[in-house]
């Protein structure tokens, strides 16, 4: 059966190699004789092979994890079921552990009693481990302006790196660290930022969305001229985060959906002021204010009188081409005359745009054309 000195022995094999450590090769006690094996290397979750050579002479043999024995001979002192053995024969004495794990990692020693002397062989084995992100920041919304951290940690073996990148837009590196640091950040460092842990096995990727908010600013306002009688749009467009609600002011009057003809849709970043049917009193200012939680914005716009000729206010009985030529001279003269007079930054000074002048305007040049047409002839 076992013999106890053998088990004595092992026991103490273990407690010295546990307190010398790794390697050992003479403990200095003439009667064991130790060496290390290579270490060996397996991923997380494969099967390990510890194989041991024997001799004619062995009488008693065991593999050790640590200080605790795994195997006796063919006897399973392990109450691991992951642990089995594989070959016992005078060659070799080999079991497998499968399913490893990091806690597997460490020294195992095979010990073997000879006639001669005990002989211990050991081996390490080294668990790899594929990264896992196991901390990242939140998705995180932030004003314009504000210092930001991002933190990203992963666990693995061998340690993974890490690195950050902006994804989109741009796809640019932003630290090859755990920690991204972004002070003063500006609406257009905003985007989804993308953490990588590499090792040796594997990576792992997350991703964090950074959220940048900002207060609107308006698209200036350009006039828009529209005949009575026709639909006319005025189109307000807002940079904003978060999205702004839209206010109407005509004058200083607010203007609400659905109320004398006018209906405000407003599509995301898009407002637009409908006039369903123009008329006299339409024709003026109309200020578009955008407002969200961080400020407001304005412009303002003119909607003007413009005058569509017909054929029965102009001549009677004259041929369409001479009509043809009139009116098409009398369209390109009036936008002419309303660039100058109301251009972009007529809105802005406030001091054009009086409906009286721009009416004015007009029967002079009809006028002017009629009576050079007339002339002509
Ligand atoms: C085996 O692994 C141990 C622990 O990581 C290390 O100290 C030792 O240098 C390795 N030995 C060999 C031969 O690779
Ligand atoms: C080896 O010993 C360590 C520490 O006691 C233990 O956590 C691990 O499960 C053991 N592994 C095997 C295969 O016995
Ligand atoms: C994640 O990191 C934060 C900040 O360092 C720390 O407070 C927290 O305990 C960590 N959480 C985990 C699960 O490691
Ligand atoms: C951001 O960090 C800078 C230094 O990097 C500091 O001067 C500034 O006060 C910080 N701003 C805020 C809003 O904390
Ligand atoms: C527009 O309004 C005028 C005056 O109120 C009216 O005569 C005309 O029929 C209206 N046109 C449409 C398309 O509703
Ligand atoms: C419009 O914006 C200007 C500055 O651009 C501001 O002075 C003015 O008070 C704003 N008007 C309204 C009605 O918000
Ligand atoms: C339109 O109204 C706004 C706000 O009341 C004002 O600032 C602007 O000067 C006005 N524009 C014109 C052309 O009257």
């Not at 594989?86 to 010990?111: L, R």
């Not at 257009?188 to 842990?197: D, F, N």
């Not at 985060?241 to 006018?262: C, K, V």
């Not at 003119?302 to 081409?321: A, C, F, R």
């Amino acid at each position: 059966m076992k013999n106890p000195m053998f088990w004595v022995l092992l026991t103490g094999v273990g407690i010295l190699l546990i307190q010398q450590g790794l390697p050992v090769h003479s403990q200095g006690d003439s009667q064991t004789d130790s060496k290390v094996m290579d270490n060996i290397t397996v991923k997380q979750g494969e099967t390990v092979f510890l194989r041991c050579a024997q001799g004619d002479i062995v009488t008693h043999t065991a593999w050790l994890n640590r200080s605790s024995i795994l195997y006796a001979g063919e006897d399973k002192w392990s109450v691991d079921p992951r642990v089995s053995l594989v070959t016992f024969n005078q060659e070799e004495f080999t079991i497998k552990i499968e399913d490893v794990d990091m806690t597997d990692e460490g020294p195992y020693i095979c010990a073997v009693q000879t006639s001669s002397r005990p002989r211990t062989t050991s081996v390490h084995i080294l668990v790899q481990v594929p990264p896992i992100i196991i901390n990242l920041s939140k998705d995180i919304v932030v004003n314009e302006g504000s210092n930001v951290t991002l933190m990203c940690q992963a666990s693995g073996k061998p340690e993974p790196s890490l690195t950050w990148k902006l994804l989109s837009p741009s796809g640019d590196l932003a630290s090859e660290d755990e920690y991204l640091d972004i002070s003063s950040i500006s609406r257009q460092r905003a985007g989804t930022y993308q953490c990588t842990a590499v090792n040796d096995i594997g990576l792992d990727v997350q991703t964090v969305e950074i959220t940048v908010n900002y207060a609107p600013s308006v698209s200036e306002g350009r006039d828009v001229g529209v005949a009575p009688g026709q639909r006319g749009v005025l189109e307000c467009e807002v940079d904003s985060m978060p999205e702004a609600d839209f206010e109407w002011y005509r004058d200083d009057r607010r203007i609400f959906n659905d109320f004398d003809g006018i209906q405000i849709e407003d599509v995301g970043q898009l407002s637009k002021l409908t006039f369903l049917n123009v008329s006299e009193e339409d024709y003026g200012n109309y200020t578009c204010i955008a407002i969200n939680k961080l400020g407001s914005s304005n412009t303002s716009f003119v909607l003007y009188e413009i005058i569509e000729p017909t054929s029965s206010t102009l001549l009677q009985d004259g041929s369409t081409s001479v009509l043809d030529l009139t009116s098409s001279v009398l369209e390109k003269t009036t936008s002419e005359t309303f660039a100058i007079q109301a251009g972009p930054g007529a809105v802005q000074d406030g001091n054009s745009g009086s409906m009286g002048t721009h009416v004015h305007t007009y029967s002079c040049l009809l006028l002017a054309i009629i009576l050079q047409f007339l002339l002509s002839f």
